[in-house]
């Protein structure tokens, strides 16, 4: 069992930086995977990132919904297509969007995703590039003032 970003996530990071496990990533390149991610494998299911997120787009993966009613204006990346925002009351089958949290970290696989490790590897552009856990997240003090 694992916790699950579906396509309702809009990138904004506040789940990282509660996940006690570290194990909340970006998607990336974003082009192809729109939303952030959650290592299945690391997951502890504490429930910590659920209420973190302004777009209540986290759940246990058993209860994602499948048919889930969006709200006029509330905008969503589908995984292969653009982001859009809703009329209301389109449904969404949101199911969906495990296969491609799952499959993102295959893809991956091999490199050391979570933050735990010293280096986050990151994807930008065409360049591999390693990148500083303390320069991807700032100091918890800051990340605070920056969303109040
Ligand atoms: S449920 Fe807990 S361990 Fe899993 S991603 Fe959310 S905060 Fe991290
Ligand atoms: S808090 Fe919600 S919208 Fe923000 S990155 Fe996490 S899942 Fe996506």
Redesign the pocket.
């Known amino acids: 069992m694992?916790?699950i970003?579906t396509s309702i996530c809009l990138r904004d990071g506040a789940?990282v930086e509660?996940?006690?496990?570290?194990?909340?990533v970006p998607g990336f390149p974003e082009s192809e995977w729109p939303w952030y991610f959650?290592?299945p494998d690391?997951?502890?299911?504490?429930?910590?990132?659920?209420p973190?997120c302004p777009f209540e787009a986290?759940f246990?993966e058993d209860e994602v919904p499948d048919a889930y009613e969006m709200a006029a204006g509330q905008e969503r990346i589908p995984f292969r297509g653009p982001r859009y925002a809703a009329d209301g009351g389109e449904v969404v089958d949101l199911t969906e969007d495990i296969k491609p949290n799952y499959d993102f970290f295959s893809r991956w696989a091999g490199l050391r995703l979570s933050a735990v490790a010293v280096f986050r590897v990151m994807l930008t552009g065409d360049r591999l590039v390693a990148v500083p856990v303390s320069f991807v997240r700032p100091p918890h003090d800051a990340r605070r003032a920056s969303r109040s």
């Not at 509660?18 to 909340?24: A, F, K, L, R």
């Not at 690391?42 to 659920?50: R, S």
């Open positions: 694992t916790h970003i789940c509660v996940c006690p496990v570290d194990c909340i959650i290592d690391t997951c502890i299911d504490c429930g910590a990132c659920v973190e986290i246990v």
